[in-house]
């Protein structure tokens, strides 16, 4: 199976700040890269598809990067909705979906 | 609207099956490129992907789960169910279902919809 890494595993960061998460998967994945965000006691919410498409709705501060083993999810300006958990998720094989660990955005 | 909800008991003993129910509105389980997956996550933890089911009726299950995994789906009642064998305290959590869709374009498949969840403890 393809295992996903993400880091920093958590990282605390003021308003306004341009935050990257980097996640890694264990082999190529080609584009196949998702993000999702989630608040504490709700279900996730993507972000981004196809490593690098947002989601209809998401804010334009939000974009994704990278290609085969590396990808990144920035934001370019922290705002206070935003802190909460990122975690990526690899499609590459329909057959078997797996999600990083996590990163957990909070307050400096 | 598309709306998922997730519905099963709230509480389970060790060594019984669970099932839960998905029902979706909004879009039909037969419509292409599409799906359901079933995820979990424990209390303070990270996801887990643990199965899902396209509209071709296709399915899969989290390798380290799959003897323990059902799937399956009624395309007429709009439910998706997955049953877990065999409970253990380990798999309190919260369950989610989320619909699957795949772009046209190199059929890139993502989570757009989710349910809220629902918790399931597992204790004697």
Known sequence: DIQMTQSPSSLSASVGDRVTI???????????????????????????YAASSLQSGVPSRFSGSGSGTDFTLTISSLQPEDFATYYCQQSYSTLIFTFGPGTKVDIK | QVTLKE?????????????????????????????????????????????????????????????????????????????????????TATYYCARICGTIWGYYYYMDVWGKGTTVTVSS
């Not at chain 1, 890694?24 to 993507?46: C, H």
């Not at chain 2, 509480?11 to 995820?39: D, H, Q, Y």
């Open chain 1, 22 to 48: 980097t996640c890694r998967a264990s082999q190529s994945i080609s584009s196949y890269l998702n993000w999702y965000q989630q608040k504490p006691g709700k279900a996730p919410k993507l972000l981004i």
């Open chain 2, 7 to 91: 519905s099963g008991p709230v509480l389970v003993k060790p060594t019984e099956t669970l099932t839960l129910t998905c029902t979706v509105s909004g879009f039909s389980l037969s419509n292409a490129r599409m799906g359901v997956s079933w995820i979990r996550q424990p209390p303070g933890k990270a996801l887990e992907w643990l199965a899902h089911i396209f509209s071709n009726d296709e399915k899969s299950y989290s390798t380290s789960l799959k003897s323990r995994l059902t799937i399956s789906k009624d395309t007429s009642k709009s439910q998706v169910v997955l049953t877990m064998t065999n409970m253990d305290p380990v798999d």
